[in-house]
C-alpha cells in the first residue's frame, strides 16, 4: 500500500490541466466520494494494526498534497478568467492631469530671461555660508543688526557659519573667482529669522544682479533697471530710483515701479502712492571691490538684488507670500507655463 501512496504522490505531482472543466474532473477522480483516495481510505481499514500509524501518516499526507494542488490549479484559472473578463477595449482611457511650474519658477526665468538677452551670464552659490561672503566683505559693520541671531539663522558661531540672508553673498564668491568684466544674475534661496504672515517668510528667493567693468555709471545701472523693468511689467512702465543705504553699495538707491494695477493713479497696492518698490541698488563701493582684490581705481560696477516672491505677487496680483510655500493644489493650478 505504501508503494501505490508513493506512486499516486508522483502522479499527482506531475498533472497538468488546460481548463476549469480538467480541475472538477480531477478532484472528483482523486477526491470524489468514489475517487481513488477515498478507495484508499477504505482499504486502510484493512490494514495491520502495526502498519496503521506509518501508513495513516503517508496516506493524509497524500490527501492534503491532492487537495492543495486541486486548489492551485481551480485558482489559476479563476484569475485568468476573472482578469480576461475585466478588460473592456472600449473604456476610456484614464486622463491624468499634467504639473504646471511654481510662481516663483515662472517669474526667476523670466526675469533670467530679461538679463540674458542683455548679455548677463547666470551662476548659483551656496545657500550655507561664511561670515565673510555674507557680512565682512560686504562692508558690513561689526555691529549692524543682520550679524545679531535674532535676524539671522547661524549653523555655527565662532567660526560663524550661516544660511544666507540675501544673495548678495555670491557677488564676493564671483568677484573672488573671476577677473572683471563680470556681467551676472544670481538667482537662489535666502533665509532671515522673521515671523512668517502675509508679507513675510523665513524662505524667500532673491535674484541677484553685478556688473563690473572700466567705466561703468550710475546712468548704465539706471537704464538697465528701466530696460527690465518694461520687458517684465509692459512697456508703459516707468521707473524712479529713491536714494538709499546699503552697506555694500554707495551711493545706494531703491527703485519703485508705476503701479500696473491702477497705472500710477492710485490704489490700495501701491498705497495711493502710484508707485510700488520692486528692488535695491546702487554702485559697488570700493571697499568690497578691495575686498575682492579687484582695483578701484581701474573697475567700477553696479549691483542690484530683488525679492523673486515680491515681483510674482505684484505680476500674479497674490496678497499673502504663504500661499507661494503651501503648494495647495488649488493654488498652484492656476498657473500655467510652457
Ligand atoms: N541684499 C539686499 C537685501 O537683501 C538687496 C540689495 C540691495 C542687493 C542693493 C544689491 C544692492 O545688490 O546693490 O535687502
Redesign the pocket.
Known amino acids: 500500500m505504501l508503494k501505490k501512496i508513493e506512486d499516486l504522490r508522483e502522479e499527482i505531482s506531475k498533472i497538468n490541466v488546460t481548463s476549469l472543466a480538467d480541475v472538477e474532473e480531477l478532484r472528483i477522480k482523486y477526491l470524489g466520494k468514489k475517487g481513488i483516495i477515498s478507495a484508499l481510505f477504505e482499504d486502510f481499514r484493512n490494514v495491520p494494526q502495526q502498519e496503521k500509524k506509518e501508513i495513516g501518516l503517508v496516506l493524509n499526507y497524500l490527501k492534503t498534497e491532492a487537495q492543495e494542488k486541486i486548489n492551485d490549479l481551480k485558482s489559476q484559472f479563476e484569475a485568468k478568467t476573472s482578469r480576461s473578463q475585466q478588460i473592456d477595449l472600449t473604456m476610456q482611457g484614464i486622463s491624468f492631469s499634467v504639473g504646471s511650474r511654481h510662481p516663483v519658477s515662472i517669474i526667476k526665468n523670466q526675469i533670467c530671461e530679461i538679463f540674458s538677452t542683455l548679455g548677463y551670464t547666470l551662476s548659483e552659490n551656496r545657500e550655507i555660508e561664511d561670515d565673510w561672503h555674507v557680512f565682512s566683505a560686504l562692508n558690513f559693520p561689526p555691529e549692524h543688526p543682520a550679524r545679531d541671531m535674532q535676524d539671522t539663522f547661524f549653523i555655527s558661531k565662532n567660526p560663524d557659519i550661516l544660511l544666507r540672508?540675501?544673495?548678495?553673498s555670491v557677488?564676493i564668491r564671483v568677484m573672488e573667482s573671476q577677473p572683471p568684466p563680470i556681467r551676472a544674475i544670481f538667482p537662489g534661496r535666502v533665509y532671515r529669522n522673521e515671523a512668517i504672515s502675509a508679507r513675510a517668510h523665513c524662505i524667500f528667493h532673491?535674484i541677484?544682479?553685478l556688473y563690473i567693468d572700466k567705466n561703468v555709471s550710475f546712468a548704465d545701472l539706471k537704464q538697465t533697471l528701466l530696460v527690465f523693468a518694461k520687458e517684465m511689467f509692459g512697456q508703459q512702465t516707468e521707473i524712479r530710483l529713491r536714494p538709499s543705504f546699503?552697506p555694500?553699495?554707495e551711493p545706494?538707491a531703491e527703485m519703485d515701479i508705476s503701479c500696473s494695477l491702477c497705472g500710477g493713479k492710485g490704489c490700495a497696492i501701491c498705497k495711493q502712492t502710484g508707485w510700488v518698490e520692486i528692488?535695491?541698488?546702487?554702485m559697488v563701493d570700493p571697499n568690497v571691490l578691495e575686498n575682492c582684490y579687484i582695483d578701484k581705481n581701474i573697475y567700477s560696477g553696479f549691483?542690484?538684488?530683488m525679492g523673486i516672491e515680491r515681483i510674482a505677487m505684484l505680476k500674479y496680483r497674490i496678497n499673502d507670500i504663504r500661499l507661494l510655500f503651501e503648494n495647495d493644489i488649488r493654488f498652484l493650478e492656476q498657473f500655467q507655463s510652457v
Open positions: 540672508t540675501h544673495t548678495s557677488q532673491q541677484e544682479g546699503f555694500f553699495t545706494s528692488l535695491g541698488c546702487g549691483a542690484f538684488g
